[in-house]
């Protein structure tokens, strides 16, 4: 096993041996509170066209209430505004980008970074590094149709880990060339991983929605050099 799997499996570990503890003070605290990453198991993968996979898992984070609570009030959300045409416009969601080493705003995210690096690691060969936090406020935010492909995606093959809090969107994606789309609903705790050639073969987006749909909140963990 490579150094960087073996650091983030002990790390794993130690998080497993804090979950223990706080279980024995369970009596006295509200466990309702605790946010617990799961084991991965059960993990449903669906092969895609052109080499692309989607890989889904309901419940990854339990306590997601309390996760959801914590990074819509702890996070410095950013409001962006960019280039269309001729015109600039408001970015439809929030956002807060956090890089290499920089420290997450839940230890569950940590959590969740290192067990997703640990079960990936023979198929992707390198440690999620990045969070990239999203916030929907409702179902006019949105993201348009792309693929991850600045950095090294553009060429290699790569995957983007995405846990979802709050209230549950569809995750829609369509090959690049042409075909038919394909929704991944993306819940409350739950993950969707998309790898293989994902993000240079395939695009994906967050549709408007005209549903009356709560506030949604997206952690995308990628690789270092790939946004
Ligand atoms: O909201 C999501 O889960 C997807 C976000 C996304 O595709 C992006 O920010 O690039």
Avoid at 103 to 126: F, Q, T, W
Avoid at 129 to 150: K, M
Avoid at 163 to 187: F, M, N, Q, T, W
């Amino acid at each position: 096993m490579q150094r960087w799997a073996e650091e983030a499996l002990d790390r794993c570990s130690n998080v497993a041996y804090a979950g223990r503890v706080s279980e024995l003070q369970g009596s006295l605290l509200d466990l309702a509170d605790e946010v617990v990453v799961n084991p991965l198991r059960g993990v449903h993968r669906m092969p895609l066209a052109h080499g692309a996979w989607v890989d889904v898992m309901t419940g990854l984070v339990g306590g997601a209430d309390r996760l959801y609570a914590v990074l819509r009030h702890d996070v410095p959300w950013r409001a962006e505004r960019r280039q269309m045409y001729d015109s600039i416009v408001d970015v439809p969601r929030l956002l807060r980008f956090y890089g290499e080493g920089e420290p997450l705003p839940h230890p569950a995210l940590d959590s969740a970074r290192d067990a997703l690096s640990v079960h990936y690691a023979d198929e992707l060969g390198e440690p999620f590094t990045t969070a990239g936090l999203c916030l929907y406020r409702d179902g006019h935010d949105s993201v348009a149709w792309h693929g991850d492909r600045i950095g090294r995606s553009r060429e290699q093959d790569t995957m983007v880990a995405i846990l979802s809090v709050g209230a549950p969107r569809d995750l829609v994606l369509r090959p690049r060339g042409g075909g038919s789309s394909i929704k991944v609903p993306a819940g409350h705790g739950d993950l969707v991983v998309m790898g293989g050639s994902c993000q240079r073969t395939w695009d994906h987006c967050v549709p408007k929605t005209s549903r009356p749909v709560g506030p949604r909140i997206s952690v995308q963990f990628r690789t270092a050099g790939v946004r």
